[in-house]
């Protein structure tokens, strides 16, 4: 959530905002529209200050009504990126807490009782180091020349900031321009052997970080807004393994949201977001007819605009910028009234599309395709010379501690601590947006192959594999086979070896792939022959605790009062009284048909054709 990320901002600054001149810095309501500020900061008006919502006046500026409080209005300007002045009253209706990026000129016209601000602070040095002074640390330009650090330090632009390459203000010092955060500056000096300061601004163009081996002098003429901090360089602590440590964890769920619009909401007044996580939030933004947003509500936009004449549409985004979905034409100001989340009970197996981002980039992470069980995910950080993760993550970590002087590199596990896959060296805050599943469930099929268990060797097994896998549609991954005891399954064929495919399949898919198994063509094409099928396999632990289970020959246990079955070509029927919550087994048997009934069982239904292939259903 943005705000939370601006409030962390706020408490490592030393606040100060230098007073000005009367009135309002005028001309700067194109600075920050209110479309731009709904979209990107829709909470600060309630959060931070009595006010209730964004405003523009035309011709003079972007704000906040009935604030009436400088500090407030500090603070405002603090959390809204690019701002530099503000402009307030306590005294003069409507009380606004207007910001600026420039105030080149100040009006009393409109605004006789109001008075401009321009924010002065001494950002609070981060954890490696310690405030040294205000301005640059100047006539450092030869400590670091730009054909040095490029030659030997060329990646570090681009992995440990936002910038782009060296560059050197001569008689001043070598740096990298639009850094503008003071932790990545110090990343930076870390990363360049000999570097003992470094100077950096937030608010002053262009926002560079210089780095210096000494700072005998420091110079504001040219870095008024700088400031330059000692990097203290880290005592060596006694050597240990080094452990991988979870950076985010995510629980995936449900959220119901609680909606309102000015005159209606149609469809959305209570919206459900599948795939989401506990610490998502939300935000109602605005998508302009035209803009090319690559937004999927970019068509409403259009249609708002050509039916209606509204500048756009109104969209409900997570707070990290996942779609959710498309609300009204833009003359709503769609808003959540509540929300609440219901985390998923119990780990899901099956085929996962999970949605990231990177603060920066996400390279071939974005959309990360896995097959597994999960309820929900984790961002671990792994340390260079971390040897109880896999080779692959080992490697990536050795290789950002090389290249780019980063700790280790970030991975993608499941809540169950299955690794996934590794993402960027560790300097992306990697994030999980959005998780669909495609579920997967067990169906067992009970095999009669027509070979010997010698012959039926590693390869042989692939080979059923793939050919199973082909004929139902999946990955043969996901079968399992197992080779049981011939005596166990009296339906096989004299001679043949009997196997259990144990298949994971789709569950939008199971019924299709239960006519493929029992259609020929699936014997032909496999060489087996299908004796039982069992669809949704229960499995527990031993030892099973009560009640007791019944004895081992299934229809060993005492025939129901209330449920019996009948069998006629083919086809087994099942009749019960419903009332009477009877835990059945019916199958075709030489009396006909029988049902047995235990407290164990699952109302299985174990059909038998006039071939003799069998298939078992539970029905609870």
Not at 134 to 147: K, L, V
Not at 199 to 212: E, G
Not at 476 to 505: P, Q, T
């Amino acid at each position: 959530m943005k705000l939370a990320l601006f409030s962390c901002l706020i408490a490592g600054i030393t606040a100060a905002a230098n007073e000005g001149a009367l009135g309002i810095c005028a001309g700067t309501d194109k600075e920050f529209t209110v479309g731009f500020l709904n979209a990107n900061y829709p909470t600060i008006p309630k959060d931070l200050t009595k006010g209730t919502h964004w405003y523009t006046h035309p011709g003079l500026a972007s704000g906040i009504c009935n604030v009436k409080d400088v500090k407030a209005c500090e603070n405002v300007c603090r959390s809204v990126e690019g701002c530099n002045y503000f402009s307030m009253s306590h005294t003069q209706a409507c009380y606004a807490c207007f910001i600026h990026k420039t105030c080149d000129a100040p009006s009393t016209k409109i605004g006789p009782k109001y008075k401009t601000y321009e924010l002065l602070a001494t950002p609070k040095a981060p954890a490696g180091s310690e405030f040294a002074g205000n301005g640059i640390c100047h006539g450092t330009d030869s400590e670091f020349t730009t054909a040095f650090l490029n030659a030997k330090y060329p990646n570090v632009p681009k992995a440990l900031t936002k910038g782009t390459h060296w560059y050197t203000h001569n008689g001043l010092a070598s740096g990298i321009c639009h850094v503008r955060d003071i932790a990545a500056c110090e990343k930076v000096c870390d990363a360049v052997e000999g570097c003992n300061y470094f100077s950096i601004s937030l608010t002053q163009n262009c926002y560079a970080c210089f780095i210096h081996k000494t700072c005998d002098k420091s110079r504001t003429e040219i870095g008024a807004r700088y400031h330059n901090y000692k990097f203290l360089h880290p005592t060596a602590a006694p050597t240990t393994a080094p452990t991988t440590r979870i950076r985010e964890k995510f629980a995936w769920g449900t959220w119901t949201l609680n909606m309102k619009g000015s005159s209606y909401t149609h469809g959305w007044k209570t919206t459900v977001h599948q795939g989401g996580f506990h610490s998502d939030t939300f935000v109602v933004k605005e998508i302009r007819a035209g803009s090319r947003s690559g937004s999927p509500a970019q068509v409403s936009a259009d249609s708002c605009k050509q039916r209606f004449r509204l500048p756009g549409v109104e969209a409900l985004y997570t707070g990290d910028g996942q779609y959710v979905r498309t609300l009204s034409c833009d003359n709503q100001n769609a808003r959540v009234v509540s929300k609440s989340f219901v985390p998923n009970v119990g780990a899901k197996f099956g085929e996962w599309n999970i949605q990231m981002k990177g603060s920066g980039y996400t390279h071939n992470w974005k959309t990360v395709q896995w097959t597994g069980k999960a309820n929900g995910f984790m961002v671990k950080e792994i340390l260079s010379g971390d040897k109880t993760v896999p080779a692959a993550a080992q490697e990536a970590a050795s290789s950002c501690k090389n290249r780019f002087n980063l700790p280790g590199v970030e991975a993608l596990y499941s809540d169950q601590g299955e690794f996934i896959r590794t993402l960027s060296c560790d300097n992306q805050d990697a994030h999980v947006l959005h998780a669909a599943l495609s579920e997967m469930k067990d169906v067992e099929l009970k095999l009669a192959v027509n070979m010997g268990r010698a012959q039926f060797n590693a390869a042989a097994q692939a080979a059923l594999k793939a050919k199973i896998a082909a004929q139902l549609g999946v990955a043969a991954a996901n079968i399992e086979l197992k080779i049981v005891d011939s005596r166990r399954l009296l339906e096989a064929a004299a001679g043949s070896l009997n196997v259990i495919a144990i298949v994971k399949v789709p569950v939008n898919a199971i019924q299709v792939a239960l006519k493929k198994i029992a259609a020929p063509a699936f014997a032909a094409a496999t060489g087996a022959k299908v004796t039982e099928v069992v669809q949704d396999i229960v499995k527990t632990s031993a030892p099973t605790p009560a009640p007791t289970m019944p004895p081992t020959a299934v229809l060993g246990n005492a025939v129901c009062p209330n449920t019996y079955c009948t069998y006629q070509n083919g086809k087994t029927t099942v009749f019960e009284k419903t009332d009477k919550n009877e835990k059945w087994h019916c199958q075709k048997t030489a009396a006909g048909c029988t049902c047995v009934c235990h407290a164990s069982l699952k109302c299985a239904l174990r059909h038998e054709t006039l071939s003799g292939y069998k298939k078992t259903l539970y029905h609870c």
